[in-house]
């Protein structure tokens, strides 16, 4: 099954990654001595760009590759692997293009860490065993305390940083106390040896067996900020630069779900398992409690930070239901926030720099100062407010119809509750934004730089098309949900 | 003659157990991230003994993903104290229940 390559030549985009974080140090101190630090910044953006262009033409089928015959790290790339690489890195390169307008102190630096955080998580989607999976997953976790404490002299930045690392650190050891289970069972960490171990009968009620599920769920589940553990959540992504709040808001947490799909679809299938009713009735939670939340807040990044929570129980409400619809309305959801999330954080950052504020109070009016940055904000809250003609309709109908027709009617009303509870705090920045009178703060404000424009309306532009024009990404998802297991 | 593999996972599962007792009930932040560092040395524990009593000797793929997971764990602690110094140096506290203006 696993062929035997020399080298990762096989992947050019972890091999052009890998390098490219190698050589960036170097041009980092290079870029210090010269006085020029937009150097990095140029040279990961072209990196990035050059990376995504390698994922939009990848024609994969599944590739697994291995270095050795004995038990070592295997890579293994499929179609799912390609769509999340693909939106990690377009994200990514819109977030780079950004920073080369906003970050304005060591930026060499900031790149740096960027590319690693970026690396880390195109090495996840790649990584065709757990120890592969935990090393690079340990390599972004890493690259994101250390982005979120970027300001380290701020309270809040620092605050921030030391809880999310503290909580996050513990969701991986739990996940490797998992892990360190599961090898004890089956003497192996890959997938494919391990799915094949898992689903025999024997392992099924196994007390280790579930004791490695339930923390390395756990786990997983600090990550994307399920229920119980998403305190996090709200402090560390509003306190870190605009662009990297649109990275882990975007797409840092779907990588979490990246890895739930791959642990339950792969390894524990839900017929032998029965882990659906215990995950629907956590993202029921997790979406209620996001929601609920967000109406209350009157700090524009930590609203939108509420927002992901309740968008991550949708898709893990997609991920329960489990039928081929829910699994492609669940992906087609991944794409859609990310965009619509990262376009909110950006043009939030936009607005923050410009008027010095994040209180929504004092934010009233700006629209008639910054019309683009404001637009293209209220583009991405109408998405995600479940306007139909934007993308996040598409997939959050897509996930409310496979509700009901898999007969799941309680949870599928109150998914569609709580898409009108998102609206009301959506549209109210919006009116926030344009309609209320002008503060002393918002009246003095000026338009963003054009180079900081540019994702914005590049995201924009992707909200609106794949929201009157659906069916080629629909066509995608549905292939990559309706793939034999 | 051996001890039984289950009686040292039972033991990591006891050491993990304190490393959470530790973060959920300790204030100062050094203990939360040796909370954290027995939590991670409770998995490695369980690796080195499923690798020496595998069926065909000692594995040396658990011994090496020991290794590796040392290297990320040392890396996160690394972090962890940066961050230590920087938060002492704002908040002039290792407290922390003192960390919580960001709570609104």
Redesign the interface.
Known sequence: MAELVPGIMSIPILTLLLGAVLVSPILMILARFLKAPKIVGVYATLVLAYALWQSLTARPGTLTARFSQ???SIIMADDLTYYFTSIILGIGLLSAVYSLGYIKNRSAEFYTLLLVMVLGMVGVFFSGDF?TF??FW??M??SS??LV?FN?????S??????Y??MS??G???I??G???L??LS???EFGELSSVLASQSARFEL?NIAALVLIIGGLGVNIAMSPFHYWLP?AHP?APSPISAMLSGVVIKTGVFAMIRVFTLLYPAEMYGWSAGLMALALLTMTIGNVMAVFQS?IKRLLAFSSIANIGYIALALSINTPLALAGALLHVLNHAIAKALLFLSAGCIIEASGTRNLDELSGIGRRMPLSAATYSIGAFSLAGIPGLNSFVSEYAIILAAFSAGQFLPGAIMLVNVIIGAMYHLRVVQVLFLKPETGKSSVSHEARPVMLAPLLVLAALCVLIGVYASPFLSIVFQLASVPK | MALSPTVYTIFAGLIFVIGIYTLATKRNIIKQLIGIELMINAAHLNFVVFGANSPGGIDPYALAIVVLSMAAGAAVITVGALLVINVYRVYGTMDLEVLRRLRR
């Open positions: 004995a038990p070592g120890v935990f090393i340990e390599i976790s890493i305390y250390l404490a380290y002299r701020e309270w809040e620092v605050e921030a940083s030391l809880k690392l503290i650190s513990t991986s050891a739990a490797l106390f892990l360190s289970l090898y004890g003497g192996t960490l280790w402090d306190a700090d």
